[in-house]
Antibody, heavy 112, light 112 residues
């Protein structure tokens, strides 16, 4: 069964860093197009970043230079390193195997 | 960026009645490979999005046949032939022909 389990969210002060993890099972992360999508409280879906099976990475302008997507093939896990966090980064972060599977999400709250 | 515009933004439906949601893109979603990269997702309350329809009209595994997608180019429609109480939530269209990936604003479906 395909599963994605996201973790690593929490309360962090502005300017701080967090690393989100997304452990996958039932398929191989490195063979798929994986992405992170976020949803601010009460708002819609916003694409954040993606990594292609070939390793190419792309980012939304709002996070470029601050966030880094990566994967660990040995752990079959996707990551999102988030630096220089801002209040507007507060959201539930979902990992997804494009286009069909989504994890349950992990909440990131950026506040002093 | 490709803008995805959904109408209506909310819908109240009697169980057993049909429902329809429109999604218009600011550019054609038809790629040179002949595929149109338009997807429909449903986000039930408290859950991550789930894929309903991919490439305009293909139902994802396990999706009831009361859901159907149609359209071409820049104009797309999701139809529910007979709404059931379990269909409540927010419906999103998404394009993946071009980065950044973009979503419609969402259509909230409620039961009357």
């Amino acid at each position: 069964e395909v599963q994605l389990v996201a973790s690593g969210g929490g309360l962090i002060q502005p300017g701080g860093s967090l690393r989100l993890s997304c452990a996958a099972s039932g398929f191989t992360v490195s063979n798929n197009y994986m992405k992170w999508v976020r949803q601010a409280p009460g708002k819609g879906l916003e694409w954040v970043s993606l990594i292609y099976s070939g390793g190419g990475t792309y980012y939304a302008d709002s996070v470029k230079g601050r966030f880094t997507i990566s994967r660990d093939n040995s752990k079959n896990t996707l990551y999102l390193q988030m630096n220089s966090l801002r209040a507007e980064d507060t959201a539930v972060y979902y990992c997804s195997r494009s286009p069909d599977r989504w994890g349950q999400g992990t909440l990131v709250t950026v506040s002093s | 960026d490709i803008v995805m515009t959904q109408t209506p933004l909310s819908l109240s439906v009697t169980p057993g009645q049909p429902a329809s949601i429109s999604c218009k893109s600011s550019q054609s979603l038809l790629r040179s490979d002949g595929k149109t990269y338009l997807y429909w997702y449903l986000q039930k309350p408290g859950q991550p999005p789930q894929l309903l329809i991919y490439e305009i009209s293909n139902r994802f595994s396990g999706v009831p046949d009361r859901f159907s997608g149609s359209g071409s180019g820049t104009d797309f429609t999701l139809k529910i032939s007979r709404v059931e109480t379990e269909d409540v939530g927010v419906y999103y269209c998404m394009q993946s022909i071009q980065l950044p990936l973009t979503f419609g604003q969402g259509t909230k479906v409620e039961i009357e």
